[in-house]
């Protein structure tokens, strides 16, 4: 099984990207995602959740601005960032899961800066 996130990179305050989290070896449509984020020497704090029937929840930080979603088809979770801020520097990770099973993606780097 293997979760690779890519479309990180540097972005502009106030800009956008989109990340995703293309999965192989699973069927997405089984499996519960979040996406987490990570600046070094802190925890890993929660971004955002999709279930498998499509509902969503977002941390406070990124309520309004940030979008996750499923392709099922295409076996690929992303996560739309808009109105991107610098306090939303970190690596992004996605996370798949279902009971005691977990899967998780190596990272994608989201830097914003000026």
């Known amino acids: 099984v293997q979760l690779e996130e890519s479309g990180g990179g540097l972005v502009q305050p106030g800009g956008s990207l989109r990340l995703s989290c293309a999965v192989s070896g699973v069927t997405l449509s089984n499996y519960f995602m979040k996406w987490y984020r990570q600046v070094p020497g802190k925890e890993s704090d929660f971004v955002a959740f999709i279930s498998t029937t499509g509902t969503t929840t977002y941390s406070e930080s990124v309520k309004g601005r940030f979008t996750v979603s499923r392709d099922n088809a295409k076996n690929t979770w992303y996560l739309q960032m808009n109105n991107l801020k610098p306090e939303d520097t970190a690596m992004y990770y996605c996370?798949?899961?279902?009971?005691?099973?977990?899967?998780w993606g190596q990272g994608t780097q989201v830097t914003v800066s000026s």
């Open positions: 996370r798949a899961y279902v009971g005691s099973v977990n899967y």
